[in-house]
Nanobody, 126 residues
Framework: QVQLAESGGDSVQVGGSLRLSCVVS????????MGWFRQAPGKEREGVAV????????TYTDSVKDRFTISQDNTRNTLYLQMNSLNPEDTAMYYC???????????????????WGRGTQVTVSS
């Protein structure tokens, strides 16, 4: 069973930066898709960024390209999301997710992931 634990959420002002972390434990399989999803109040959960932990190939949703960077440190079993140039539309609960995979690429689709953390809140104010 894979456990995911997010941290790093905070309240920041417009234009600020945050780095989210997700510690992964309980994994014995070599290849996973891992990613960050977010859910704002009254909205559906959406994919933000995903990474193939074997190839390090990444995919981003259009609204965060050139502002957010997903990365991993396999020695620390940790997934990161560096968020720059934050704006109020980035306010949401951010979730870390994972799924064992044999696919050639990782989907940015919530229903494809079966392991989830509890989330960390990001609030951006003007």
């Amino acid at each position: 069973q894979v456990q995911l634990a997010e941290s790093g959420g905070d309240s920041v002002q417009v234009g600020g930066s945050l780095r989210l972390s997700c510690v992964v434990s309980g994994s014995t399989y070599r290849r996973y898709c891992m990613g960050w999803f977010r859910q704002a109040p009254g909205k559906e959960r959406e994919g933000v960024a995903v990474i193939d932990n074997a190839s390090s190939s990444t995919t981003y949703t259009d609204s965060v390209k050139d502002r957010f960077t997903i990365s991993q440190d396999n020695t620390r079993n940790t997934l990161y999301l560096q968020m720059n140039s934050l704006n109020p539309e980035d306010t949401a609960m951010y979730y870390c997710a994972a799924v064992r995979t044999a696919l050639s690429s990782c989907p940015l689709v919530e229903r494809s992931y079966n392991y989830w953390g509890r989330g960390t809140q990001v609030t951006v104010s003007s």
